[in-house]
C-alpha cells in the first residue's frame, strides 16, 4: 500500500468516527470545503462595497483619513451566521474559519479588480496580551485566506502594536479617546516606501481601529492604504 492510498484509507476511517461537517446547516462537507458548506456560504449578506467608490465603508473615514479603497465583504449584523463564524474565530479557537472567509474575500476583491495595483496585505496586528490569550490573531488568518485566493503576499512585523488597548480602560472618557492614536506604529518605513497596503481586520464597526493603522503609514506619504474586512457593522 503506497502511502498516498493509507492516507485515503485514513481519511475515510477518521470520516467514519469524526464527520466533517457545515458548522451551519450540518451537511456533509466535500473535501474540498472546511467548516461552512458552500451552499451557506452563498447565503451570507454580500454588501457589494468592492464595486462602488463612495460606499458606506469608505464614508466612515471621510475627513479622518486618506485611503484608495475601502470594502467590506459582508453584512454583520446581531444574532445573523456571520456573527457566530466571527465569534468562532475570535473566541472558540477555530482560527480555520477566518481563512475560510478570507478566501471568500479573495475571490470576491480578485474578481472585482480591487487586489489590481495591491502590493501586500497587512493584518491588523492584536495587542500582545490578546494574542497569549487566544495562542492568534484572528486577522492573519484572514489575511492567508485572502492571499490563498488573491495571489499578493501577506507582510507582518512592519506595522506593531505599541500600546495595550486594555490600559485605556483606567483612564478618563476623554483621555481614552485621544488614546487610540499612536497605538501602531512602522517599522522599517523604507521598506514600504511606495507600495500600495491592503490593512485586513474581521468587523469594521467605528473605524477607530483601523484609523489608528492606516495613520503611521500614511505619515511623510510612506505608502497608499486601502482596507478590507469581512464584516461591516453599522450600528
Ligand atoms: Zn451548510
Redesign the pocket.
Known sequence: MNFLRSNTYLNAFTELFFPR???????H?FSSEQE??????RKLPRTGFELVDDNPVSQIFWGRVKLEKATSLYYYRKGEILQQLVHRLKYKGNYQMGQVLGVQMGNVLTQAGFMVDIDMIIPVPLHEKRLRQRGYNQSDHIAIGLSKASGIEVVKNRLVRTVHTESQTHKGRFERWENVDNIFSVVNPELLNGKHILIIDDVVTTGATMEACVQPLLQNGIAKVSIATVGYANY
Open positions: 461537517i457545515c458548522y451551519v446547516c450540518g451537511a462537507l461552512v458548506c458552500r451552499r451557506c456560504l
